[in-house]
């Protein structure tokens, strides 16, 4: 699995829109971005994911560059429980294809 | 009702001991893991079942030894308890459209 970079954390005002970036370069064409975060004392929560195609859902927004090399996961308007690790993944799809996780990005929410 | 449930969730013990962790999860998932997250905050897989086969084995000592009596249950046995055996592990279950989902982590603690 392509290895991803991320910054060690971040701030974001409430009601703001939270981006948070990372990038993965030596990512192959069947790997896919997958985004987690993990809540202070909880498991880690599924957000997002996508191949190459921009991607929406109820939580967040997914950009993907052209090129593939990087993608920014958006939360439209932060809130305080929006606080936690943020987890960009990239992994291939394949039968016991499991989640490998770096360190990912504090993202703080602040009133 | 929760997705992915783990018993017990606190559980401190003394050094040499067995203990066991259960997960059941109610999701018809056939893919379960194991996760263990140390005192550096880091997620590394231990263990996957596919259908109650082991098909991941994470060069875990052979004193964590997984068992799947079903699709739906998979537990975690560990012999002789050592002080760096405290964490926090999470089961997991992996649905048909490759989204894993996790439980709430029982946290271990070795004394």
């Known amino acids: 699995d392509a290895k991803t970079t991320q910054p060690t954390s971040m701030d974001c005002a409430e009601g703001r829109a939270a981006n948070l970036p990372c990038n993965h370069s030596t990512i192959s064409g069947n790997e896919y971005v997958y985004w987690y975060r993990q809540i202070h004392s909880q498991g880690p929560q599924y957000i997002i994911h996508?191949?190459?195609n921009n991607e929406t859902n109820e939580m967040a927004s997914l950009i993907i560059t052209e090129d593939r090399k990087s993608s920014t996961l958006i939360l439209p308007h932060a809130t305080l429980r929006d606080t936690a690790v943020y987890y960009c993944?990239?992994?291939?799809?394949?039968?016991?294809?499991?989640?490998?996780f770096g360190a990912g990005t504090i993202l703080r929410v602040k009133s | 009702d929760t997705a992915v449930s783990q018993t017990p969730k606190y559980l401190v013990t003394q050094m040499g001991n067995d203990k066991s962790i259960k997960c059941e999860q109610n999701?018809?998932?056939?893919?379960m893991y194991w996760y263990k997250q140390d005192s550096k905050k880091f997620l590394k897989i231990m263990f996957s079942y596919n259908n109650k086969e082991l098909i991941i084995n994470e060069t875990v000592p052979n004193r964590f030894s997984p068992k799947s009596p079903d699709k739906a249950h998979l537990n975690l046995h560990i012999n002789s308890l050592e002080l760096g055996d405290s964490a926090v592990y999470f089961c997991?279950?992996?649905?048909?459209?490759?989204?894993?989902?996790f439980g709430e982590g029982s946290w271990l603690t070795v004394v």
């Open positions: 997991a279950s992996r649905s048909s459209g490759n989204t894993i989902y």
């Open positions: 993944i990239v992994r291939v799809e394949e039968y016991g294809n499991k989640l490998v």
């Open positions: 996508g191949l190459k």
């Open positions: 999701l018809g998932h056939d893919t």
